[in-house]
C-alpha cells in the first residue's frame, strides 16, 4: 500500500525558514504536489512538481518565498518555506498523483499523507 510521510513541521517566528520533506513508499510518482489547511479555512494548493522537476506550479501568493523540489531516488519531495509569515500557519499535505499534470486540483492527487502541522508566531 502506497504511504505519504510528511516530516520538517514545526514551530517557527516569522521570518524564518521550515523544509517540509515527504517521502512516498514503494514507488516514484510522476506529479507531487504540496497542499494546505489554515484553521477554519479549507485546503488549498501550495505547490506542485513534475517527475523531471523541470516543471513547477505554485499558489500565486506564494511565489517567492516557497520553492519545490524533488529527490527520485529517494521518493521524496520537499517544500522549503521562507519568509514565513503567521498566515501560513496550517497543517501541510502532500499528495502524489501517478499521472503528469502536477495539477493545483485536489481531485487529481489519489493519494494523501497524513500532514504536517507548521506554526509560524509573529
Known amino acids: 500500500q502506497v504511504q505519504l510521510v510528511e516530516s520538517g513541521g514545526g514551530l517557527v517566528q516569522a521570518g524564518g525558514s521550515l523544509r517540509l520533506s515527504c517521502a512516498a513508499s514503494?514507488?516514484?510518482?510522476?506529479?507531487m504536489g504540496w497542499f494546505r489547511r489554515a484553521p477554519g479555512k479549507e485546503r488549498e494548493f501550495v505547490a506542485a512538481?513534475?517527475?523531471?522537476?523541470?516543471?513547477?506550479r505554485f499558489a500565486d501568493s506564494l511565489k517567492g518565498r516557497f520553492t519545490i523540489s524533488r529527490d527520485n531516488a529517494k521518493n521524496t519531495v520537499y517544500l522549503q518555506m521562507n519568509s514565513l509569515k503567521p498566515e501560513d500557519t496550517a497543517v501541510y499535505y502532500c499528495?502524489?498523483?501517478?499521472?503528469?499534470?502536477?495539477?493545483?486540483?485536489?481531485?487529481?492527487?489519489?493519494?494523501w499523507g497524513q500532514g504536517t502541522q507548521v506554526i509560524v508566531s509573529s
Open positions: 514503494q514507488r516514484t510518482f510522476n506529479s
Open positions: 512538481i513534475n517527475w523531471s522537476a523541470n516543471s513547477t
Open positions: 499528495a502524489a498523483d501517478p499521472a503528469g499534470y502536477y495539477s493545483v486540483t485536489e481531485s487529481r492527487y489519489a493519494y
